[in-house]
């Protein structure tokens, strides 16, 4: 089994809180200063096939303020069915990590890239090699959906000195003493979990995506951002009342899924931003 390549001790939280914003969470300030609601689509690298990157560039021009990108992983803990097919239909298309970056660092994007995937892929290749391929790629940060906040500080160090902002989330279900550790060792934004369960569309916005919101804004001047069950333009205008944006990921795979055209998929980025605007 690999090991980790960086011992990292763990920084007071004044430390961590003082920590300067870098690309990305600088990018997102700026947006919400000019009275701009944030909007972060979630794709799959690797989906669709060849075009997946076209897809990047699409999104961007219509009207995404960041772009998550997950970088496929064959026991998906926090995603649902839809993103779930589009990362099996990846897999099966012979997409890796290693591909999927060396891809990635050939897309001239105009705004902040992020990748979401599992602590198995980061651990395995190593703290470092991780951190500066993400760098390469030009990847400004990282998502670790299943690496908890009482260890994280391994990982998180290492992507600090590589220029890697570490975004970490938060749950409707997290203590109030516990959240503001969260926002202290999160870079970039905080994401928000709108509902307790994984990934997917749902017909209502869950009551917990605005009290979620609500919380984190309480406590921290970090872009807030609500993800996980936010699937029409109504329910991104509504949670981004409290929220400075949201992160929508199965909605718009579906609408991928569903037609076969990323042409669908900008179309219906365009109306979450028309919707997010129509809230600002």
Same mark, same amino acid.
């Given at each position: ?137 030009? +990847?400004? #940060?990282?998502? %670790?959906?299943?690496?908890? $906040? ?5 990982? *998180? !160090?290492?992507?600090?000195? =590589? ?83 949201? +992160?929508? #990921?199965?909605? %718009?795979?579906?609408?991928? $899924? ?5 042409? *669908? !998929?900008?179309?219906?980025? =365009? ?10």
């Amino acid at each position: 089994m690999a090991t980790s390549d960086v011992t990292t001790p763990t920084p007071s939280t004044d430390a961590v809180a003082s920590a300067r914003p870098g690309r990305l969470e600088s990018h997102l300030r700026a947006q919400r200063a000019a009275g701009r609601k944030i909007l972060v689509p979630y794709i799959t690298a690797g989906y669709p096939t060849d075009t997946w990157p076209l897809l990047v560039e699409g999104l961007a021009t219509a009207g995404a303020d960041a772009i998550e990108i997950g970088i496929p992983f064959s026991d998906p803990v926090m995603d649902g069915p839809t993103i779930q097919e589009s990362s099996s239909l990846a897999l099966g298309h012979g997409i890796t990590p290693v591909s999927a970056l060396a891809r990635l660092g050939k897309v001239n994007s105009p705004i902040p890239l992020v990748a979401m995937t599992y602590y198995n892929i980061c651990f395995r290749m190593g703290h470092r090699r991780f951190a500066n391929a993400l760098t390469t790629a030009g +990847i400004s #940060g990282a998502i %670790l959906p299943d690496l908890p $906040l009482e260890e994280v500080e391994p990982w *998180a !160090g290492a992507a600090d000195e =590589g220029g890697i902002e570490t975004i970490m989330l938060a749950a409707p279900t997290a203590p109030d003493e516990r959240l503001p550790r969260i926002v202290a060792r999160a870079r970039g934004f905080v994401y928000g979990i709108g509902l307790v369960g994984i990934t997917g569309e749902r017909k209502d916005l869950a009551a917990s995506a605005s009290e979620m919101a609500r919380r984190l804004k309480a406590i921290t001047d970090k872009p807030v951002l609500i993800g996980i069950g936010v699937s029409t333009p109504e329910q991104a205008a509504e949670v981004a009342e409290v929220a400075d944006g949201v +992160i929508v #990921g199965s909605a %718009l795979i579906r609408k991928i $899924l569903d037609t076969g055209s990323i042409e *669908a !998929g900008v179309d219906f980025l =365009g109306r979450l931003r028309a919707g997010l605007d129509g809230a600002a």
